[in-house]
């Protein structure tokens, strides 16, 4: 066990509908990241935040947000759903706002859309 | 802008031999660090390694270590002894700077996948 919990481990939905990803970060840990893992586009940064707030946004799509709560722990919202957004979703945590101690990482979500 | 290139999609090496991975990197950003995470077909993300762009010396744990060569921009890891667990696939990434204005993100490469014959 990593110290970052993810659920569901696998979610598997139909097109045009809405998800909502969890994912509780280690102990002491204030940043949170979500990573998307597909097979064309690989390993992307989503969107950070960090005891809070919105920190920093990457190749995020607006059908997608996220948001994290005052116990620290975050969710990954996607409506919507299009075939195209199956792929792994990663969440890691990080105790400083840069990363600068190392990140942990979840095992992370797995989303089929058919 | 930061990238991360690596150039094997696929690499093969016999049980208990060394096996290189190759990464490169780009960055104007004088602090950086760089990652290897190892991703078995399970899915999860374990990290392996990690180089700041200061560090005088090249990183090793355990069977793993770092070929840290800063003026090619490459942070080679090197997998001595390889066991049959070692086959995964194998990920280098990059967090820039420490300042106020970073965040921390990583930034991926495409992955090495590394098969490891009995």
């Known amino acids: 066990d990593s110290g970052v919990t993810q659920t569901p481990k696998h979610l598997i939905t139909a097109t045009g509908q809405r998800v909502t990803l969890r994912c509780s970060p280690r102990?002491?840990?204030?940043?949170v990241y979500w990573y998307q893992q597909s097979l064309d586009q690989g390993l992307q940064f989503l969107i950070q935040y960090y005891n809070g707030e919105e920190r920093a946004k990457g190749n995020i799509l607006e059908r997608f947000s996220a948001q994290q709560f005052p116990d620290l722990h975050s969710e990954l919202n996607l409506s919507s759903l299009e075939l195209g957004d199956s792929a792994l979703y990663f969440c890691a945590s990080s105790v400083a706002r840069t990363g600068v101690y190392g990140y942990t990482f979840g095992s992370g979500t797995r989303l089929t859309v058919v | 802008a930061q990238k991360i290139t690596q150039t094997q999609p696929g690499m093969f090496v016999q049980e208990k031999e060394a096996v290189t991975l190759d990464c490169t990197y780009d960055?104007?950003?004088?602090?950086?660090?760089l990652f290897w995470y190892k991703q078995p077909s399970s899915g999860e993300m374990i990290f392996l390694i990690y180089q700041g762009s200061y560090d005088q010396q090249n990183a090793t744990e355990g069977r793993y270590s770092l070929n840290f060569q800063k003026a090619r921009k490459s942070a080679n890891l090197v997998i001595s002894a390889s066991q049959l667990g070692d086959s995964a696939m194998y990920f280098c990434?990059?967090?820039?700077?420490?300042?106020?204005?970073?965040?921390?993100?990583?930034?991926f490469g495409q992955g090495t996948t590394l098969q490891v014959k009995p």
């Open positions: 102990s002491g840990d204030l940043s």
């Open positions: 960055t104007s950003d004088p602090s950086y660090g």
């Open positions: 990434a990059m967090r820039e700077g420490k300042g106020s204005s970073n965040t921390g993100k990583l930034i």
